[in-house]
């Protein structure tokens, strides 16, 4: 892509950022920067701005600036040059175009998936600073309108699908009721108090991926694993407002998870197959609420299928047969270490595994992560033409099958794979396991 494209492709007109800026003055702006610098951050975020020697190093790591040519307005020195370190050389006397321009390099043009940190010879958090930018925004009121609509869901209904609580429950006993055709014996437990596991899913899984629900239950069920689900709000993992920078929201939502689990007096939370979630559970909800470790014990699928395999309560009964390959989520891999373990799993599965390179941690982003795919329709080609380069290295593995056990990264690596014409499939690891695994109680 030319540079003239690119520039153009950044020109776009997003309703929630025009319609925050226009209520913006000089002394707002002014007023919501300084106290989001002066009460929320400190140290951290004064030790990275004055130890960042500017060498541009980090450029390399980024998928925007690999795909865009090189173009250093694309490299996350250059977009913290753009919105951090303006508002800080003026002390929050910005314009509004200023904000506007800050706002869309914020939320659309950073993935938040924290490759840039490991190529900073400091280990600078880019980040942090691009997250400190969010929260200026959402506190001036400057957020794209899809993503924004996404965290409204989530205050009003504690899902970002707007399920209500009776089509949740419907959810449930429908895949029940389907699964039950397949394994007689099978049960999808609701409100069982004392269970060993509490299973929680994100908006999207009851709202158009129901047949993870159904597969989880299925390898629930054969397992042997004494599991429940909440009937109540508590049961949508996933958190949007922790991309616009709502930390309140956030801490909402994370407090209301860990608390159902509490309720229910289960021993540990398993999540599904989601990046971002386990992100805000692990990692980010938890510490905004104070909390010095978490009320429960909570794992990925990918660390819980690893678990059941080891101990002996998943079986293989065939091999997967076509050759696949293995994405790695941001949020799972680099932020959780759980690449090797995600491995053991797909090669017991799988009897032809490609590697794509470069991989593990340093494996490129969906670039659908860190909210940028739920900024909607106005940013989708900001996507897809922002990670050509992920495109190049699906297609170097020369296989027809992409394993992702993340829900972002589906969504993001279905748009690549479908605009480059790559011809490649998409599965969860829970999709291969439900195909290959032994199901002693199926008919």
Same mark, same amino acid.
């Given at each position: 892509m030319n540079k003239e494209t690119s520039n153009k492709s950044r020109e776009i007109v997003d309703e929630g950022l025009i319609a925050g800026v226009r209520k913006l003055t000089p002394a707002r702006i002014e007023k919501v920067i300084n106290q989001v610098l002066k009460k929320e951050t400190g140290a951290r975020l004064e030790a990275y701005i004055n130890t960042c020697v500017h060498c541009g190093l980090c450029s390399e790591a980024c998928h925007y600036f690999l795909s865009h040519d090189r173009d250093p307005v694309y490299s996350p020195v250059g977009k913290v040059k753009q919105t951090i370190w303006e508002i800080l050389k003026h002390k929050g006397k910005v314009s509004t175009g200023t904000i506007l321009k800050a706002a869309r390099i914020?939320?659309?043009?950073?993935?938040?998936?924290?490759?840039?940190?490991?190529?900073?010879?400091?280990?600078?958090?880019?980040?942090?600073?691009?997250?400190?930018?969010?929260?200026?925004?959402?506190?001036?009121g400057v957020t794209p309108q899809y993503i924004q609509d996404t965290a409204h869901s989530h205050s009003a209904t504690m899902n970002q699908m707007w399920v209500k609580d009776d089509e949740w429950i419907d959810s449930l006993q429908w895949q029940e009721d389907e699964a039950r055709d397949e394994i007689p014996n099978l049960r999808i437990p609701l409100e069982k108090e004392g269970a060993d596991v509490l299973y929680s899913v994100i908006g999207p899984e009851p709202k158009f991926r129901t047949q993870l629900i159904y597969q989880a239950a299925v390898i629930m069920n054969e397992a042997g694993v004494d599991w429940t689900m909440p009937a109540t709000p508590g049961w949508d993992n996933s958190?949007?407002?922790?991309?616009?920078?709502?930390?309140?929201?956030?801490?909402?939502?994370?407090r209301l998870h860990f608390e159902t689990a509490m309720r229910l007096?289960?021993?540990? #939370? %398993?999540? !599904?197959?989601?990046? /971002?979630?386990?992100?805000?559970?692990?990692?980010?909800?938890?510490?905004?609420?104070?909390?010095?470790?978490?009320?429960?014990p909570i794992i990925h699928a990918v660390q819980f299928?690893?678990?059941?395999?080891?101990?002996?309560?998943?079986?293989?009964?065939?091999?997967?047969?076509?050759?696949?390959?293995?994405?790695?989520?941001?949020? #799972? %891999?680099? !932020?959780?270490?759980? /690449?090797?373990?995600?491995?053991?799993?797909?090669?017991?599965?799988?009897?032809?595994f490609v590697e794509m390179y470069p991989n593990r941690e340093h494996n490129y982003c969906c670039c659908a992560g860190g909210g940028v795919i739920n900024c909607g329709p106005p940013f989708k080609m900001t996507r897809i033409t922002g990670n050509r380069i992920k495109a190049e290295q699906l297609k170097a593995t020369g296989v027809k099958v992409v394993i992702a056990p993340c829900h972002n990264c589906h969504g993001g690596l279905d748009d690549i794979i479908h605009h480059y014409g790559l011809g490649m499939e998409l599965k969860f690891l829970g999709d291969i396991i439900y195909e290959c695994m032994e199901k002693p109680n199926a008919v």
């Open positions: 914020a939320y659309t043009e950073c993935n938040l998936c924290k490759r840039c940190s490991m190529y900073c010879p400091f280990g600078i958090d880019i980040a942090y600073m691009i997250s400190i930018m969010r929260r200026i925004c959402h506190r001036l958190d949007m407002a922790m991309f616009t920078g709502d930390y309140e929201l956030m801490g909402r939502l994370k007096k289960v021993k540990r #939370i %398993v999540m !599904g197959e989601c990046g /971002h979630a386990y992100r805000s559970v692990y990692d980010t909800g938890n510490r905004w609420l104070g909390w010095k470790d978490m009320p429960i299928y690893w678990e059941l395999l080891n101990e002996g309560k998943l079986k293989v009964a065939k091999k997967f047969e076509e050759p696949v390959t293995f994405h790695d989520p941001c949020n #799972i %891999v680099r !932020g959780m270490g759980l /690449h090797e373990k995600a491995r053991e799993v797909v090669k017991a599965f799988c009897k032809d």
